[in-house]
Structures are given as structure tokens and as C-alpha cells.
């Protein structure tokens, strides 16, 4: 089993920041793509960043310029660095992490989720 557990949701002002980390821990034998969702008031899940293991890294035009994924593979984690920050980006937040076990099996994991509002 994989766990992914994210952090660093909260209450922020327009035009503000945050940042998310989402640590993978379990039983991992290499993590491949790790990525950010979000699924808003009243919308379904969207795709927000993702990154390979290479380091190469997808954004949604809606962050682009505006949100950085990175990770940091010595601590099996990935972070989401939120600036400028719009109402619109109000959801709640889930980290994807996929994972080859040691039979190089894919397991694809989501964290619980971490609410992000974006509000004066």
C-alpha cells in the first residue's frame, strides 16, 4: 500500500500564496508522475500540474504562470507553489502519486485532500 498525504491547505487573501506538499510513503520501489487536481464548488476534478520523475512538468492553462510544481524525490514528496492566487482557485486539493512496487506493479494513489479558499 501507498499513502500520500498532503499539507498546507488553508484561508488565503486574493492575490496571495501557498504552498502544498504531498509526501508519498509505503510501499514504493520507484515513484513515477506525481501530480495536483482540484475539484471546485460545483465542478469536477481537473487536472492542475503534473511532473515526471525526469522532471519534466504539464500545467493547466488556468495556473500556468502562476503555480510551480517541483519534487523532491530524496523525500518521496511533492509540492505545489501557489502565487497569485484567484477566487477561482477555491477547491480542494488532491495529490496524485504514481508508484511501482517491487514487482513493478503501477499503483496509483490519491491523498485525502486539502481545501484551499481564496477569499477577502
Known amino acids: 500500500q501507498v499513502q500520500a498525504v498532503e499539507s498546507g491547505g488553508g484561508l488565503v487573501q486574493p492575490g496571495g500564496s501557498l504552498r502544498l506538499s504531498c509526501a508519498a510513503s509505503?510501499?514504493?520501489?520507484?515513484?513515477?508522475?506525481m501530480g495536483w487536481y482540484r475539484r471546485g464548488p460545483g465542478k469536477g476534478r481537473e487536472l492542475v500540474a503534473t511532473?515526471?520523475?525526469?522532471?519534466?512538468?504539464n500545467y493547466a492553462d488556468s495556473v500556468k504562470g502562476r503555480f510551480t510544481i517541483s519534487r523532491d524525490n530524496a523525500k518521496d514528496t511533492v509540492y505545489l507553489q501557489m502565487n497569485s492566487l484567484k477566487p477561482e482557485d477555491t477547491a480542494i486539493y488532491y495529490c496524485?502519486?504514481?508508484?511501482?512496487?517491487?514487482?513493478?506493479?503501477?499503483?496509483?494513489?490519491w491523498g485525502q485532500g486539502t481545501q484551499v479558499t481564496i477569499s477577502s
Open positions: 496524485n502519486v504514481n508508484t511501482l512496487n517491487s514487482d513493478f506493479v503501477r499503483i496509483e494513489s
Open positions: 509505503g510501499s514504493i520501489f520507484s515513484i513515477r508522475d
Open positions: 511532473i515526471t520523475s525526469g522532471g519534466r512538468t
